[in-house]
């Protein structure tokens, strides 16, 4: 799968207006939602500290090609977790601090493995990468990961109201700093509970709008050019209110460092 994607930030005092415009634009209430994201890092493979670097220049060049192999392409990815909100409720503050089997019980929260690529290179008039989503169902996550070479690094949360139009999704949100968590804390949402647990990581209260499309085959030329065109068709649309842009390709790049 292949995510195309346009960004775009606006002042605090903005968001109010560009809700509303966005209302418009996609004919449709807005649909709030909230994200405890949980970041892995890939392991770099145990044995790799433990090539012996002597013996002859083609062996040595050899093992360090191998070397360089196995640790090129160390990946970030994340879990998500969303609650989802009940038939007839509505997902905000109130919700969250004052209904404990709402915020607590499992089975109002959809958690799914997501991996990213980085962008596409070269000039671009949308962002795009390889997406991958996979569902799971339940158990320890971090465990679960750990189990298949990923280390739990950090959390954050994530805040805001989506919107659809066509195939286009509208996200407007904000990110959130959270209290710190081990191992298999790391899923849990007690600290809703504390009304001062989370703060913004842009303290300007700014808020990041991802306009994205996904295609099941992005590398199909007919497929590209129609989400390319969608999303810049929504970027004119959108252009009074909130400059659409390509995503930062470093900014965006999920690659971690061979070396720890």
């Known amino acids: 799968m292949h995510e195309f994607s346009l960004y775009g930030q606006i002042p ?25 994201h949980l970041v892995f890092r890939s392991q770099v493979p145990s044995g790799i500290p433990n090539i012996p670097s002597s013996g002859e220049a083609s062996t040595k ?11 090129a392409n160390l990946y970030f990815v994340q879990v998500i977790g969303e609650i989802e909100k009940p038939s007839g409720t509505t997902l905000d503050d109130a919700d969250m601090a004052n209904n404990d089997d709402f915020r607590d019980s499992q089975k109002d929260i959809s958690w799914y493995f997501e991996f990213k690529d980085t962008p596409d290179p070269g000039k671009q ?5 390889l ?15 750990k189990s298949f070479g990923y280390d739990y690094v950090n959390r954050y949360l994530v805040k805001g109201d989506r919107f659809y139009d066509q195939d286009t999704t509208l996200s407007l949100h904000q990110l959130y700093r959270i209290p710190e968590a081990k191992g298999n804390e790391a899923e849990d949402w007690s600290f809703a509970k504390k009304d001062d647990a989370v703060s913004l990581f842009d303290i300007s209260g700014a ?6 499309i996904e295609a099941v085959d992005g590398s199909k030329a007919e497929l590209k050019d ?19 842009t390509p995503g930062d390709r470093l900014a965006l790049d ?3 460092p061979a070396r720890r």
């Not at 060049?61 to 640790?71: E, S």
């Not at 808020?207 to 994205?212: D, E, R």
């Not at 129609?226 to 659409?244: H, N, P």
């Open 125 to 129: 008039a949308v962002s795009g990468r």
């Open 12 to 36: 605090q005092n903005e968001q109010p207006r560009l809700l509303q415009q966005l209302v418009g634009v996609t004919r449709m209430k807005p649909q709030a939602f909230q994200e405890l």
């Open 226 to 244: 129609r989400a390319s065109a969608q999303l810049l068709a929504m970027r004119d649309t959108l252009k009074q209110a909130v400059a659409l």
């Open 131 to 145: 997406l991958s989503r996979i569902p799971i169902e339940d158990g320890n996550i971090v465990k679960f990961m």
């Open 254 to 256: 999920t690659r971690g």
């Open 61 to 71: 060049q050899d093992v360090q090609r191998i070397a360089k192999m196995l640790t």
């Open 207 to 212: 808020y990041i709008l991802h306009v994205s």
